[in-house]
Antibody, heavy 114, light 112 residues
Framework: AVQLVESGGGLVQPGKSLKLSCSAS????????MHWIRQAPGKGLDWVAY???????VYADAVKERFTISRDNAKNTLYLQLNSLKSEDTAIYYC????????WGQGTLVTVSS | DVVMTQTPPSLSVAIGQSVSISCKSSQSLVYSDGKTYLHWLLQSSGRSPKRLIY???NLDSGVPDRFSGTGSQKDFTLKISRVEAKDLGVYYCAQTTHFPNTFGAGTKLELK
């Protein structure tokens, strides 16, 4: 069965960095694009970034120049490097498979606060 | 960016009642391949979102046929017939035709 497991969240101060991981199993990871989507506390879903199977990337304007999506197909793992974090980046971060959000992980909480 | 306008923001329903949720996009969601990439997801309390319907009207495996999706171009509807308690939560429409992908603000389905 398809499984996506996020990790790496935590409490971080404004301006600092964090790297999230999404470990994939149950499918041929290298064949699929992947998304990161976030959800601020009590709010709706907010698309963050996408990486294609060939590692082309697209970002939301709110995170462009600060976040970097990447992948390691040998490790079946998706990453999101978060730099220059702001309080408004506080959210649960989900990874999702590219076939129109068919599969989601359980999410990892990032809290940006001093 | 494509703005997805979902209405109503909340619905209070009795078990067995039928409901409809509207989702309107600011641009056509027809892609160059002729397909429309509009999907519906449900987020139950404390859980990750789960996709119910893809490409307007295709039910995901295991989703009961009480759920149906219709629409075209910029105007879409999710209908739930004979609501059950397990249907409660927040429903989102989502478009993957255009980047950035965008979501509606959600419709919270609650028990009356």
């Amino acid at each position: 069965a398809v499984q996506l497991v996020e990790s790496g969240g935590g409490l971080v101060q404004p301006g600092k960095s964090l790297k999230l991981s999404c470990s994939a199993s149950g499918f041929t990871f290298s064949s699929y694009g992947m998304h990161w989507i976030r959800q601020a506390p009590g709010k709706g879903l907010d698309w963050v970034a996408y990486i294609s199977s060939s590692s082309g990337t697209v970002y939301a304007d709110a995170v462009k120049e600060r976040f970097t999506i990447s992948r390691d197909n040998a490790k079946n793992t998706l990453y999101l490097q978060l730099n220059s974090l702001k309080s408004e980046d506080t959210a649960i971060y989900y990874c999702a498979r590219s076939d129109w959000f068919a599969y989601w992980g359980q999410g990892t909480l990032v809290t940006v606060s001093s | 960016d494509v703005v997805m306008t979902q209405t109503p923001p909340s619905l209070s329903v009795a078990i067995g009642q039928s409901v409809s949720i509207s989702c309107k996009s600011s641009q056509s969601l027809v892609y160059s391949d002729g397909k429309t990439y509009l999907h519906w997801l449900l987020q139950s309390s404390g859980r990750s979102p789960k996709r119910l319907i893809y490409q307007v009207s295709n039910l995901d495996s295991g989703v009961p046929d009480r759920f149906s999706g219709t629409g075209s171009q910029k105007d879409f509807t999710l209908k739930i017939s004979r609501v059950e308690a397990k249907d409660l939560g927040v429903y989102y429409c989502a478009q993957t035709t255009h980047f950035p992908n965008t979501f509606g603000a959600g419709t919270k389905l609650e028990l009356k």
